[in-house]
């Protein structure tokens, strides 16, 4: 079936670090990827989004690069600030099974001054 | 500006005391859905709705019920709540397509004793 494997956090980093959080999915056919964000006490975001293979989605100083190749959608910021520490969850949504989208578990960061 | 809005964001109620959770989006979306996301299991859909008068279940509906009778209101019935229905509620909704992007409430803490 669909599914959405994100690496586990928490992930603790320094200001001005770079981040990476992976995302790998498995899916029939051609999903659209995305990431939302939530932040403390607050409802989900969209972040960025790729409807199709090789697209870049980037928001924010955020990118992720759907590659098809390796089923990833792996979540980039090359200089990470204290604001940016949140809940981070990887979805896909695909034309079939009503649409929904299937969620990865969340990765929480932390980002430290 | 697009909003989806949710009511109430804080309750605490007794085992048994029914009691509905209000969703309402502005941007005239057809797709609408709830979700639970409880600790270590991330988002589960609990009952999506694909127009008026069109609603189906999601991974988790037992315990609860919906009802689409206006295009923007998608309220979510707890009949006779539980303890394990302690959690944070979101409502969501977005237009059809699988690319386009979801939008969601600010959430709804729910705690049952």
């Known amino acids: 079936g669909n599914s959405v494997t994100q690496m586990e956090g928490p992930v603790t980093l320094s200001e001005e670090a770079f981040l990476t959080i992976n995302c790998t999915y498995t899916a029939t056919g051609y999903p659209s990827l995305f990431w939302y964000v939530q932040y403390p006490g607050e409802g989900l975001q969209l972040l960025l989004k790729a409807t199709k293979a090789d697209d870049k989605g980037s928001n924010k100083g955020f990118e992720a690069t759907y590659r098809k190749e390796t089923t990833s959608f792996h979540l980039e910021k090359g200089s990470v600030q204290v604001s940016d520490s949140a809940v981070y969850f990887c979805?896909?949504?695909?034309?079939?099974?009503?649409?929904?989208?299937?969620w990865g578990l969340g990765t929480s960061l932390a980002v430290n001054p | 500006e697009a909003q989806v809005t949710q009511n109430p964001r804080y309750l605490i109620t007794v085992t048994g005391k029914k009691l509905t959770v209000t969703c309402s989006q502005n941007m005239n979306h057809e797709y609408m859905s709830w979700y639970r996301q409880d600790p270590g299991l991330g988002l589960r859909q609990i009952y999506y709705s694909m127009n008026v008068e069109v609603t189906d279940k999601g991974d988790v509906p037992e315990g609860y019920k919906v009802s689409r009778k206006e295009k923007r209101n998608f309220p979510l019935i707890l009949e006779s709540p539980s303890p394990n229905q302690t959690s944070l509620y979101f409502c969501?909704?977005?237009?059809?397509?699988?690319?386009?992007?979801?939008?969601f409430g600010e959430g709804s803490w729910l705690t049952v004793v």
């Open positions: 969501a909704s977005r237009a059809t397509g699988a690319g386009n992007t979801i939008y």
């Open positions: 979805a896909l949504s695909y034309a079939g099974n009503n649409r929904k989208l299937i």
